[in-house]
């Protein structure tokens, strides 16, 4: 079974905090990818990686970094914590270049309330 | 036009009904396409995929697929409570990303 494990269920912060949210998968996946869900916005991709030190910008990159040092870890960074960043973080990863095929396996989530 | 839409709003369908979810998609380059089924409080967890026009069958659901008009759809036959969630609609991008449409909620009533 594919295991996407992420640091915390439930994580509250105060603005300005640096938070880190972690995210292990144990399939030797290449592609890793941070997601944040909010309602009536669907799944919005932060950040994703095809290998190890590599990244590419999602499609809402702004206030978040991203770092991959091994190939089963990829961590998400929030500077400065701002209470807009409250929000449903999704960590997911999955084969890199198997042609069509391209399912993503999802970690359970971290909720991130910053107040 | 968004990359992926579904539109519909919740849909409430009693057990045993088929229930029906469409999906929209911007790219007619598009080859892959996904249905994700995701519980309240829990993660995405994919449970059709489908490449080809046409129909796929994988237990009660069904995955169709038209590329010319550019949808995908998927019916869930004899729905069941379990079957209660919203349903994620996923569209394969460049760089093996995928680009998620917003989601139908289903409630089947027993």
């Known amino acids: 079974d594919v295991k996407v494990t992420q640091s915390s269920r439930y994580l509250v912060k105060r603005t300005g905090e640096k938070v880190f949210l972690e995210c292990v998968q144990d399939?030797?996946?290449?592609?890793m990818f941070w997601y944040r869900q909010d309602p009536g916005l669907g799944l919005r991709l932060i950040y994703f990686?095809?290998?190890?030190?590599?990244?590419e910008k999602g499609d809402i990159p702004e206030g978040y970094s991203v770092s991959r040092e091994k190939k089963e870890r990829f961590s998400l960074i929030l500077e400065s914590a701002s209470t807009n960043q409250t929000s449903m973080y999704l960590c997911?990863?999955?084969?890199?270049?198997?042609?069509?095929?391209?399912?993503?396996?999802f970690g359970p989530g971290t909720r991130l309330t910053v107040l | 036009q968004k990359e992926v839409e579904q539109n519909s709003g919740p849909l409430s369908v009693p057990e045993g009904a088929i229930a029906s979810l469409n999906c929209t998609y911007s790219?007619?380059?598009?080859?892959?396409f996904f249905w994700y089924r995701q519980y309240s409080g829990k993660s995405p967890e994919l449970i059709m995929f489908?490449?080809?026009?046409g129909d796929k069958e994988d237990g009660r659901f069904t995955a169709q697929l038209n590329k010319a008009s550019q949808y995908v759809s998927l019916l869930i036959r004899d729905s069941q409570p379990s079957d209660s969630a919203t349903y994620l609609c996923?569209?394969?991008?460049?760089?093996?990303?995928?680009?998620f449409g917003k989601g139908n909620q289903v409630v089947v009533i027993p």
């Open positions: 997911a990863s999955g084969y890199r270049d198997r042609a069509a095929y391209n399912e993503q396996f």
């Open positions: 399939m030797d996946h290449e592609n």
């Open positions: 990686s095809y290998d190890v030190k590599m990244k």
């Open positions: 790219d007619r380059g598009s080859q892959s």
């Open positions: 489908i490449y080809s026009n």
């Open positions: 996923a569209v394969k991008r460049g760089n093996n990303r995928l680009a």
